[in-house]
């Protein structure tokens, strides 16, 4: 009988964490799509590893597009929330926006309505700011960059100002195109997420 019970509180301990189970839904770009990697070496295969090394149960939904600009992301999100019905979402968006030179405002509407749908559904909301090359002029940047900080004060969510902070810049971490980080970047990008990240689990 005492094994019996014993196998039971096991069970029923095993039962309790895989329901405490999450999904996290990363709505990215080429930088989270580990553009020119090995996926399983990007940042977000490593954020993988990272959780059930801490050991959390939550299951990382890789949603990134290479090429993707806020508005692509957008067009797409109701159907992967549907699908994944995510406990959190990870927003790295706007690269692809500001190397077009695309209007920064356009790049605000976009961000809040994708956050304000994430939200909509139950889900917490992680931004992750993204810098531009400094040819772009610093009026531009600027205003690309004060973009992540008021949708993250407006909606209220965390906010990592900068994925690439230690990476970009850094001709030894990024690649050849000066855009996108190497694979030797990819745990310092992981680096730069986790504190902000933890805390939502």
């Known amino acids: ?33 580990g553009f020119g990697l090995d996926t399983s070496r990007g940042w977000v295969a490593l954020l993988q590893q990272r959780l059930r090394a801490e050991g959390y149960a939550d299951t990382v939904v890789n949603a990134s597009i290479t090429g993707d600009t806020s508005a692509n992301a957008r067009a797409r999100l109701q159907p992967l929330l549907a699908q994944t019905r995510p406990d959190l979402v990870i927003v790295e968006l706007g690269g692809n926006d500001g190397l077009r030179g695309q209007p920064p405002a356009q790049l605000q509407q976009n961000l809040t309505w994708i956050i304000d749908q ?18 772009y002029g610093a009026p531009y940047i600027n205003a690309f960059s004060r973009v992540f900080q008021e ?12 994925l690439l902070e230690g990476v970009g810049g850094v001709p030894e971490l990024m690649q050849a195109d000066g ?9 310092r990008l992981l680096e730069n997420v986790w504190p902000a990240l933890k805390p939502l689990l």
């Open 118 to 135: 994430a939200k909509g559904q139950g889900a917490k909301v992680l931004l992750l700011g993204v810098p531009l090359p400094p040819n």
């Open 1 to 33: 009988m005492r094994m019996w019970k014993c196998a039971a509180a096991l069970w029923l301990a095993c039962m309790a964490q895989t329901a405490g189970a999450g999904t996290l839904l990363v709505l990215g770009d080429s930088i989270s799509a």
């Open 151 to 162: 949708v993250a004060s407006d909606q209220q969510v965390p906010l990592v100002p900068s």
């Open 179 to 187: 855009i996108h980080p190497r694979v030797e970047a990819q745990p």
